[in-house]
């Protein structure tokens, strides 16, 4: 889709943020992409649920235990273990919807982000987050964190070298992790930056894929 055919809910089409050079250098193909709506939290419209219903449909136990040998789930999986996580023990987010889907017999509806975001990461399989555009400075990127530095009003300090998403000011999440307090899209959110992490196996096409599903689901 061209800049001329963006909805005018979209501010702006798809697109790459930055990465800290040290992290480029140690995980080749680690990227991050982003666009704002201006659209906010709140109620799933009836449209949105019915499309969250019809994917707990499609998607059943063959389905889940199957992604594994999916390329898109399989390189997140790989990439959980080159830092240093167990992806049997802490899923990557296309496996933990997957096994919410089991447990709880279907995708619980719970908002517009979050059943947008439950829609898009498994149409496309690429993790997506939400943040609150209006609490974000400048572009948005991937970097560790400095010693002593840790989220806004927290007084524990993230431990040094902890891959963070970053505006230009501050650390805003632990990347497949926590979100600081205040900078996750809620209820008071007017505008939503969609933001989706790819690592190497995961192409470019998919991440904006992933981000287009992910805005249409939000504007049903």
Do not use: C
């Not at 889940?64 to 790989?78: D, E, G, N, S, T």
């Amino acid at each position: 889709m061209s800049e001329a055919q963006i909805p005018e809910e979209w501010e702006a089409a798809p697109e790459p943020g930055w990465v800290d050079r040290a992290l480029a250098e140690e995980f080749p193909g680690l990227s991050i992409m982003s666009t704002t709506l201006s659209v906010g939290a709140g109620r799933s419209p009836q449209a949105l649920k019915e499309r969250l219903r019809a994917l707990s449909d499609r998607f059943g136990g063959a389905q889940a235990i199957q992604l594994r040998q999916q390329a898109i789930p399989w390189a997140y999986r790989v990439f959980f273990r080159h830092i240093g996580l167990d992806p049997d023990r802490q899923p990557t987010p296309i496996e933990e919807l997957a096994l919410e889907r089991m447990r709880g017999g279907h995708f619980k509806s719970q908002n517009r982000v979050n059943d947008s975001l439950v829609i898009a990461m498994v149409e496309s399989g690429v993790s997506i987050q939400a943040f609150d555009a209006d609490r974000i400075e400048g572009r948005l990127g991937l970097r560790l964190s400095e010693d002593g530095e840790g989220f806004e009003g927290r007084v524990s300090p993230l431990p040094e070298g902890t891959i963070v998403i970053a505006d230009e000011e501050r650390p805003l999440a632990v990347l497949f992790g926590k979100t600081a307090e205040g900078r996750e899209a809620g209820s008071k959110t007017k505008r939503t930056a969609l933001v989706a992490i790819g690592v190497r196996g995961v192409p470019d096409v998919a991440l904006e894929e992933g981000l287009w599903v992910a805005a249409s689901a939000m504007h049903a």
